[in-house]
């Protein structure tokens, strides 16, 4: 099965649709007890030699790579601390951070890979990375919703400014169905838009507004992917679904081989064949 390398991730939301759907999904996140199998803590500790040793010899090869830094430093919310945290070196920490990232992705070479942020300076601080896509989770909260929470939506529409029951404030958090400009840097495919009008909770605007404190339960809840867009995400960016040519499919065969078996046991070369090439067959 195909892996994911998914980065900064304590939540498991980001990564969910692609475990379901069989993947191996490895998180990395400072919070989490490391295994050294599917879960890691510290991505400092991710070089060349570790990577080999409990990537490739785990997994053969990884096909994505999903990251959200922690935006504390680089998004504009907070610019007017960025001089100090320039200063006093938080700001060279937390690029470091990103650095590591983007070596992660050059060791590994996936199919597709991508940085997630919310407005802020990540471009400036970063100007390889290009210019991002922007978007709000209601443009994707579509993906999670069914034709049972429609009527529950509407019903919220209709309501006091404010007045929503924990039910309710679940499904706009898990759908996404409220405002956050986020970017994403990377190379990967846009997902489709499946928008849903976002839903005041407060006079702010979104349930985030209405968020106070700086403890670290606030800064989770702030930071959890909405699952509407995980599974656009998913939708979108699932290893070989973007070949439609027969030739370009062959091609990739080939150099996927050499590459697989690069980092394969010589007592499992004919099984890492076959493997990739149960794979490829599915999407043509």
Sequence with gaps: ????????????????????AGW???QWDIKHECDKYSKFSDIM????????????????????????????HFANSGAQYWKIKDEDGRTAIAMEYVSQVLRIVDLCKPYFWVIENPVGRL????????????FNPCDYAGYYTNSDDEHLIELMRQKPLGDVSKEELELIKKAGIYTKKTGLWGNFTIPEIKYIE???????????????????????????TPLGF??????????????EDEDEFFD????????R????KPEKVQETQLSLWEEMKEVI
């Design 230 to 243: 995980s599974y656009a995400f998913y939708q979108a960016n699932n290893t070989f679904d973007h070949i």
């Design 198 to 224: 976002p839903i005041r909770t407060s006079k702010q605007g979104s349930w985030l507004q209405s968020l106070g404190g700086k403890s670290k339960k606030t800064k989770e809840e702030r930071s959890n």
């Design 252 to 259: 990739l065969y080939v150099v996927e081989t050499e590459y």
């Design 1 to 20: 099965m195909p892996t994911l390398l998914s980065l900064f991730d304590y939540s498991g939301n980001w990564s969910r649709p692609y475990a379901e």
């Design 24 to 26: 191996n999904v490895i």
């Design 123 to 134: 471009s400036k601080l970063f100007p390889e990375l290009g210019k991002p896509h922007y």
């Design 45 to 72: 500790d991710a070089c060349a030699e570790f990577i080999y040793e409990h990537i490739f010899e785990n997994y053969g090869t990884v096909e994505g790579v999903i990251a959200a830094p922690d935006c504390t």
């Design 261 to 264: 078996l690069q980092n394969s």
